[in-house]
């Protein structure tokens, strides 16, 4: 089985991946099949980007204006994505990479503009599946990753 990991962002830099995912407005996704998106990680988490090929990414919300926090998705990584410039609207450096996306909590796909009719799971939910949410980007479980997967799938 993949490797599998839980990263965080802030919503505003998760609704500008998935704005772009869905106009296809950036260079750097033209040509790039529908439903990936480019996302990141920190340039002080290198050692992420180098096991990330083919891994499972679930992605966490962070609190925001008008949000809770929680799990928003999840999905494959699919390579390194080159940035010309500064790309998302918070933070300066990091490492991108192609997301495949598999899975969303309601409204976030359907809203990518509008984090605040996302209905994410909640942290606790994590906490009680087994997945405590710690700062940084976690490398899960096999039991965790499906944990996670469930939790998406169960809002549907």
Known sequence: ???????????????????????????????????????????????????????????????????EGGLALYGVARGRAELA??????????????????????GVLENPENPRAWRLVPRERLVEAGVPVL???QKLKPEQAQALKKLLEQLK
């Not at 990263?7 to 998760?14: A, D, F, I, R």
């Not at 704005?19 to 996302?39: H, K, Q």
């Not at 300066?92 to 997301?99: G, I, N, P, Q, T």
Request: net charge positive; aromatic share 14%.
């Open 1 to 67: 089985m993949a490797a599998a990991f839980l990263l965080k962002g802030s919503p505003e830099n998760l609704s500008w991946s998935l704005r772009d995912m869905r106009e296809r407005g950036s260079e750097v996704l033209r040509g790039r099949p529908a439903g990936w998106m480019v996302w990141g990680v920190s340039e002080r988490f290198q050692w992420v980007l180098e096991q990330l090929e083919g891994s499972e990414v679930y992605v966490y919300a962070t609190r925001g204006v008008g949000v």
């Open 85 to 106: 410039g500064r790309y998302w609207p918070r933070g300066e450096r990091w490492l991108a990479f192609y997301l495949e996306v598999r899975a969303a909590a309601p």
């Open 135 to 137: 700062p940084g980007p």
